[in-house]
């Protein structure tokens, strides 16, 4: 069974997700031991016409960075690097990590050095990616330590994972098209709103969307997907959020975040777990401590904690707002070396408000877009 999903999967990424066209150069970005659906995409890539080129990630490279890499080395990005982002037309990442708290001792400043290094590489991405030049899927491969950090055994986080991308295995392609055009009546409905109210458990924050488009996440950027998501006006964030889940970022974890907002940065933060790693990340350059995102979570078939945020953010139910960078075809001006996903859960007593409007209650929609 898991064979077939891994090349119906393969086949979603490559004809649907980043569409690949006969001449595109195709980069294939995947952890080691996702080597079943590298492969897989591989080949599905050449029959569509494309040319890819394999880049491995080899398990423990990154421990090895951090532990020996003088600050020069940590600051240095390779050339071909740059190349392949200035140049490839589609990228496919695919991570399986072999043990999600390999990074957890590392000095945080050597990860903020680290990324503020790589700030050019993530501009180039947002910049060609908002202007259509490049093509891009982000996506997971089960492992054992993802299953241990969502506290199933590998079969069930297996199950898990391919219900999300495949909801309908006989049809997966036509599922995210039907999905997209439902999610599309959302956006549409948020087009030329003004202004976000939300309320839940420790959490009132307002904010401006006026002139800020919403972006159907619809597959074709995440696999699985399922959010809606703006950049809010970067000055206008005002109020407190309590995250109801831990937030990971680069192998850390914090929990018990909260983050007071006044003119649109950061102000104030606090955790109970890692928040030196918070207050440090929060100091990464000048855009940080602004808001690049503010989405909802659509996905049926996620409602569960399990510490990956390619699935964590999409949970029905569910708010979130990224730290950092904005993406630039929302009208999002941040820019930073950080995108930082963290989540509040609204099915307890949460709500959104748009423009004075329930939009949002308890975790569902109070306005029918089907």
Known sequence: MSDQRIEILADLLVNYSVAVKPGDKVLIDGDSNAGALVKEVYSRALQAGGHPLVIPRLAGIDEILFRYASDEQLQHVPEPLKLIMETYD????????????????VEPTKMVLRSQARTELMQTLLRRSAAGELRWVVTMFPTNACAQDAEMSLSEYEDFVYGACLPDM????????????????IVEWLKGKDRIHVIGPETDLRLSIAGRIFE?????????????????????????????????YSGREVTGARLWFEGGRVVKATADKNEEFLLKTLDTDEGSRR????????????????????FDEKINGSFHMALGAGYPETGSQ????????????????GEIRVDDELLYKNGKFTIDFQ
């Open 90 to 105: 589609v990228r496919i990442a695919i991570g399986a990590e072999e043990n999600t708290k390999a990074l957890s001792s």
């Open 170 to 185: 006989n049809d997966p392609i036509g599922y995210w098209r039907r999905f997209s055009n439902w999610q599309q009546r």
């Open 216 to 248: 159907n996440c619809d597959g074709t950027k995440n696999m699985p997907d399922g959010e809606v998501f703006t950049g809010p006006v970067e000055d206008s964030v005002e109020g407190h959020v309590c995250f109801s889940y831990p937030a990971i």
């Open 291 to 310: 808001v690049g995102e503010f989405a909802i979570g659509t996905n049926e078939g996620i409602t569960r904690f399990t510490r990956q945020i390619l």
């Open 334 to 349: 941040n820019q930073s070396a950080i995108h930082w996903d963290l989540i509040c859960d609204l099915r307890d007593g």
